[in-house]
């Protein structure tokens, strides 16, 4: 437990404080609705119903501000490609964008939920206060707006209705939402909830005038009260994502427009390729390049590299930069060790990939630095005819499958042999792990990592890192 909190130790606190920012801004609004003078004679016909309502739509403000921007892939390249502050633990922070994208979801549902079972409530409420069996001061309150010069406080202006077909009867009073004095629809929706003015508040003290409602009209020290709408201000929560987003698609559809110019083809063994020149109907849109988890690994002394499957993929072209790193002389690299596994269950799939694994392996031993990069390909499925034929060309010096001299695994890696192995060979080391391939492997990999990070900070520690593809 210990080590899980160590290495997820920012990603709690970003959690958190997302959770404690939703909670300050509901109990600041609800407590503010709650004992606002200006909505006092709101809250005689609505009750607690209005707080509710309102805390969570300012609940529901912040997240919508919020979700566009994990989904925005060019903000998020330009923060890992360009901010020194923005490596390390803050990196994969940047690679759980999509996990938080759908955390602020569920926080929008959820306050969405509240808003709207609120208003149901503020619209019972509203519809009971134009009732022959209202009496007193909601009484008061629901009539006005009926003479001239008086404004509303109640949208709802008659109990009787018409029910909508099919409509419940309970809420048939929906369609007495009427726009009184030529409201628009705008208007409506922006004002349903209603407080008294600056102006009535300095001439009618709602804390004295309520128990003297009956004399509104007569009193001087109570004139008639009167009353507004807010002005509509969820917009300027999500304008300035919006925008970055609206960036975003256009960054996206100029890149789609550019012309991609093929300029080398491989030939791989099993393949067909068309000849040069014959893309006349080939429609080909490159978008990126994106930032990636897999891109940190440069930032470890050792990394562990896991693929299953298709997952593979964006491993090959981190593989391809570290051979061409490793050919430049004058780069030095950070990274000095990497342990690369591959989990498949085609023998087919090992093919255009030998190639590259044998490229990188040749150059290595050319350079003397044949250690640098340690790879295990397991094979979870085989016939009979592979099997015999494995068994038969065992004893050669390269691998039957792949053509490498590391022989290939069959069945799957025992992950406490291999993290407990390189845990040993790698002591008081930054291990950074990545993975790409199916749910279920990436749980055993965190808690594998969690398992053999040391207590001690100045032990070797495993940082997981998942890599969406």
Not at 212 to 230: D, E
Request: hydrophobic share 40%; proline share 4%.
């Amino acid at each position: 437990m210990g080590c899980w909190i160590l290495n997820e130790s920012l990603s709690i606190i970003l959690v958190l404080s997302w959770l404690g920012m939703n909670l300050y801004l509901f109990i600041d609004t609800f407590c503010w609705y709650e004992k606002e003078e200006s909505f006092l004679y709101t809250r005689v016909i609505l009750g607690s119903a209005l707080a509710w309502a309102r805390a969570s739509a300012v609940c529901l403000n912040f997240n919508c501000m919020l979700i566009l921007l994990p989904i925005s892939r060019n903000l998020i390249s330009f923060l890992r490609g360009t901010s020194t502050c923005c490596r390390g633990l803050w990196s994969r922070q940047l690679d759980k964008n999509l996990q938080f994208h759908k955390l602020v979801a569920y926080g929008i549902a959820v306050n969405a939920t509240i808003h709207v079972v609120a208003h149901l409530f503020n619209l019972e409420r509203y519809h009971w206060g134009q009732s022959p069996d209202a009496e007193g001061l909601t009484a008061a309150l629901s009539k006005l707006g009926s003479a001239p010069n008086e404004s509303y406080l109640n949208p709802i202006r008659t109990y009787s209705t018409v029910s909508l077909p099919r409509a419940p009867a309970r809420f048939s009073h929906l369609k007495t939402l009427p726009c009184p004095h030529k409201q628009n629809a705008k208007s409506l929706f922006g004002r349903i909830v209603r407080g008294q003015t600056p102006e009535s508040l300095s001439q009618h003290n709602a804390t004295f005038c309520r128990d003297h409602y009956a004399k509104w009209q007569a009193a001087a020290q109570c004139p008639v009260p009167q009353f507004s709408g807010k002005e509509l201000s969820a917009w300027k929560w999500v304008l300035g994502p919006v925008v970055l987003y609206v960036c975003e698609r256009i960054i996206r559809f100029w890149r789609f427009q550019q012309e991609v110019v093929i300029t080398k083809e491989e030939k791989r063994k099993g393949s067909e390729y068309a000849l040069p020149g014959s893309y006349s109907n080939l429609r080909l849109a490159v978008d990126g390049p994106f930032g990636a988890a897999i891109t940190d690994v440069f930032h470890y002394p050792v990394g562990m590299c896991i693929a299953a499957g298709i997952g593979v993929t964006p491993f090959a072209a981190l593989l391809k930069s570290i051979r061409y790193q490793c050919c430049e002389p004058q780069t030095k690299l950070k990274l000095s060790k990497v342990y690369f596994y591959w989990i498949c269950r085609d023998a087919r799939a090992f093919e255009w990939f030998a190639d590259l694994l044998l490229s990188l392996e040749t150059q290595m031993s050319e350079r003397g630095n044949a250690h640098f990069l340690s790879y295990h390909i397991f094979l979870t499925g085989w016939d009979e005819n592979q099997a015999i034929h494995i068994a038969l060309h065992w004893d050669e010096k390269t691998d039957v499958i792949t053509g490498l001299k590391q022989k290939t695994f069959y069945g799957r890696p025992n992950w406490n042999n291999e993290f407990r192995q390189i845990a040993y060979n790698h002591p008081s080391s930054s291990i950074g792990v990545f993975f790409c391939g199916p749910k279920a492997l990436s749980k055993t990999l965190q808690k594998m990592c969690r398992l053999y990070s040391s207590a001690d900070p100045r032990g070797v520690q495993f940082y997981y890192n998942k890599e969406s593809f």
